[in-house]
């Protein structure tokens, strides 16, 4: 890094972190590890404006006290990287160290932030930490329509996807297809017994097929496509369905299924959730040389574990030694009947992804997926290169729809289900996409439906939207008076579009030295907070940090607005705040952006 690239970097928290660490190296016994420097925003400003308790972890590491510590560090920080923007230091508690950083270093992060402007964040993943990454998610079979669950998951995946990508992962979003097995037969079935009662036959759906009226509608649309060609086949064998030849069920289930992944993929659309490659899991059974009865992927997959002396032969079926690594019990993979299992599948899908070159996996599962980590994580060790690291799974929990209070329960076989449609129909996009990252992943989600549409502070994304159209009927004033210090009153962000310039037609304004007012350090710190969220967001997978952060910032920039005029009679006063407005905005609009939700401009 340059030395002006360096002293640039000192404008934002993660820069001024990362200074830290350089000193803290200077310090540290030749060879000892060098913990991460991690700052955090005291409550009160007796404390200091940024703190770091990185002297306890480092004292334990260098054999010193951590006070000791936290005052070296201090003291050469200060005097070297930080002089003229750390006014003073302080050593608090065990061994905590406070900085005051001067009015400069506010000014100049402004500055910094708005020569950024939609780059603000961006790139924050060190290169050498950026990978080649491959997030699979929803991946629900094409039996029946997506529901309040499938969209925790598309919303949270399609979040964590914009995040890595914007801090500088290379990222691929994919939706696994499960369109081979025993639920897929079902719902053949289930499809042809619809088709048939359609057309008049008594053909009952079996009692373990899917028996949501949904179908329905799509065997509705088969006979609109294929009119009556299975008529004499589905009249010869009523009223069993088990009687209908095998080659004619197989054709209503690939054209239900494909029927099906058209709705998923409009209904995909609508929540703003775009997917780069679609695999089929039928699809690895295709092509190549067989081994043990096998083409294509899954052939691949079992011919290099054979390799390996990872398969062995027991009562009839073959199996994988995954009590080598780790499994409670070893695992089949070719059943007693010849049919492969799914985690055979899903072995050679994953194998299959390796292949293409991605360094590491993400798979968002659902709550019922829990015990099925363990041997997932057994095979990647029993494959090549045997690094069960490279494979991440994220298990989600439930959703709890609310409505007035009450619960309402779910059956995706007996058609008893909440639609992702019927859900951005009740509440809209904003809001579902809002609500459905509002907690970490490993925890029950409650949404409430009355709430998420409720046009008050109360409402989350209401709130946020709110601030954002505030400030851009700040900034439009502001253009329309010809810049900060004209002749205009704030409008209400309510009041809808007004005849003047849009907010971006504002240009970034210039400001020299001023005194920086402590509402004006507060939205400062927390707009240059932003890169640090984001950076914890992508290493916890957690999108629902974005989430916080954007509430606290919202009602950082409330706080600023009640008692910071921006049309002030200084011209510099009025030009800093008219930047900080800018900035708040920007990030605002950036952190909806990220978690797949609308910035308007006027509400």
């Known amino acids: 890094m340059s030395e002006r ?72 920080w200060s005097a070297g990287p930080g002089a003229g923007i750390c006014e003073r ?4 508690g065990p061994g905590f160290l406070n900085l005051f950083l001067s009015d400069e270093w506010y000014l100049r992060a402004t500055r910094r932030m708005l020569a950024l402007g939609d780059d603000h964040g961006r790139d924050v993943l060190p290169a050498g930490s950026r990978l080649k990454v491959n997030i699979e998610f929803v991946s629900v079979n094409p039996t029946g329509p997506l529901h309040v669950g499938h969209a925790r ?26 369109d081979f097995g025993s639920q897929m037969a079902k719902f053949g079935q289930s499809l042809t017994a619809r088709y048939a009662q359609r057309l008049g036959i008594e053909m009952p759906v079996p009692d373990d097929g899917y028996l949501g009226e949904y179908l329905l509608e799509v065997a509705d649309r088969l ?83 054979d390799a390996d002396g990872e398969l062995f032969d027991a009562d009839g079926a073959v199996w994988l030694r995954t009590t080598d690594y780790g499994d409670d019990k070893d695992r089949v993979l070719i059943r007693q009947t010849g049919a492969p299992t799914y985690f055979l599948s ?29 041997r997932m994580k057994a095979s990647f060790t029993a494959l090549p290169p045997h690094d069960p690291d490279r494979l991440e799974l994220i298990i989600g929990q439930l959703v709890n729809l609310l409505e007035s209070g009450e619960a309402r329960r779910m059956s995706k076989r ?35 439906l009355d709430l998420a549409v409720e046009q008050s502070s109360k409402n989350p994304v209401y709130y946020v939207q709110y601030a954002h159209a505030r400030i851009c009927s700040v900034l439009r004033n502001l253009a329309a008076a010809d810049g900060p210090g004209g002749d205009s009153s704030d409008e209400d962000a309510t009041s809808g579009e007004v005849a003047t310039p849009g ?96 910035a308007p401009q006027s509400m």
């Open 503 to 598: 907010a971006a037609a504002l240009a970034p304004p210039a400001f020299d030295e001023i005194a920086v007012g402590p509402y004006e350090r507060d939205l400062v710190r927390t707009l240059a907070r932003f890169p640090l969220v984001v950076l914890e967001a992508v290493e916890r997978r957690g999108p629902h940090r974005v989430h916080a952060y954007l509430g606290e910032l919202a009602a950082e920039f409330h706080v600023f607005y009640r008692n910071c005029r921006v049309l002030t009679d200084d011209p510099e006063v009025a030009a800093f705040r008219t930047g900080l407005c800018i900035a708040a905005r920007t990030t605002l609009a950036k952190g909806l952006e990220l978690l797949g939700v609308s």
């Open 5 to 76: 690239s360096e002293h640039e970097e000192l404008y934002g928290l993660t820069g001024l972190g990362r200074s830290l660490e350089r000193t803290l190296a200077t310090i540290m016994p030749t060879g000892e590890p060098l913990p991460a420097v991690e700052l955090t925003l005291p409550p009160k400003p007796e404390f200091g404006d940024v703190s770091t308790p990185v002297a306890l972890a480092a004292a334990r590491l260098a054999r010193r006290n951590p006070r000791d510590l936290a005052t070296e560090l201090g003291e050469r």
């Open 346 to 374: 899903d072995i050679a899908y994953h194998r299959d992804k390796m292949d293409r070159g991605f360094e590491h996996l993400i798979d968002i599962w659902g709550a019922d997926h829990h015990g099925y980590v363990p």
């Open 89 to 92: 230091f302080e050593v608090a």
């Open 153 to 178: 998951y598309a919303s949270m995946g399609d979040a964590l996807c914009r995040l890595f990508a914007f801090a500088g992962h290379d990222v691929t979003r994919e939706f696994y297809v499960n």
């Open 414 to 448: 007996r058609g008893d289900i909440v639609t992702v449609d019927d859900l951005v129909e009740a509440i809209g996009v904003d809001a579902v996409r809002f609500f459905m990252v509002g907690r970490s992943h490993d925890s029950t989600l409650d949404l409430d």
């Open 223 to 305: 006979i609109a496509d294929v009119g009556e060609r299975y008529r004499e086949a589905v009249a010869a064998a009523a009223p069993e369905v088990g009687r209908v030849p095998a080659a004619v069920v197989d054709e209503i289930k690939l054209w239900g299924r494909d029927e099906i992944l058209g709705r998923f993929r409009h209904t995909l659309g609508r929540l703003r959730v775009p997917f780069d490659v679609w695999t089929s899991e039928a699809s690895l059974y295709d092509g190549g040389t067989a081994h043990r009865g096998f083409g294509g992927e899954v052939g691949k997959a079992l011919r290099e574990l």
